[in-house]
């Protein structure tokens, strides 16, 4: 009101003013993307269950953001791919092999594969199974893949 009043000294400070608040805005928008970036980065690489060591630092809005991309991803990976629909989480990396041989980290309890056959996951015990099959439970940190 001074300003309008016909005070021109205050015209500067406040374009001064405007230009740290739009500042500080755009520096907020960038930190906002970037870590809803890094929380959809988070379903790919973890799957659709985040660890509560990861989920605890994240606020309630985050959560429900989370939550909200990982349906619309599950919508449009049965959208696609006929009647079982195709899972995009899998092989992200290209397959040097279809079957892989894995150590158990901790207990997880009964596996079964596609052909029925079923795999009691025990803690130490070691494996020869499909990669498409385990590679969540590597991300999930149940199985680790041994490299030989």
């Known amino acids: 009101s ?4 016909g005070r021109t000294d205050l015209i500067f400070l406040i374009r001064f003013r405007h ?5 500080n805005q755009r520096c ?8 809803l970036l890094r929380i959809r980065a988070l379903r790919w690489e973890y ?45 992200i990396k290209p397959p040097k092999s279809l079957y892989i041989e894995v150590r158990c980290l901790r207990d997880y309890g009964e596996f079964e594969i596609d052909d029925g056959t079923t795999v009691l996951l ?13 590679e969540q439970l590597i991300r999930q940190g149940v199985l ?4 030989s």
């Open 19 to 23: 230009c740290c608040l739009l500042r």
């Open 47 to 91: 799957g659709s269950v985040l660890p509560n060591t990861i989920q605890f630092h994240m606020s309630a809005e985050e959560v429900e953001w989370f939550n909200q991309y990982k349906k619309s991803l599950a919508t449009y990976m049965r959208s696609v791919g006929g009647e079982e629909g195709l899972d995009l989480t899998q092989d």
């Open 2 to 5: 001074e300003a309008k009043s």
């Open 28 to 35: 907020v928008l960038a930190y906002l993307y970037d870590r």
């Open 122 to 134: 025990k803690k130490n015990s070691q494996h020869f199974l499909p990669r498409w099959k385990c």
């Open 144 to 147: 680790e893949h041994i490299l």
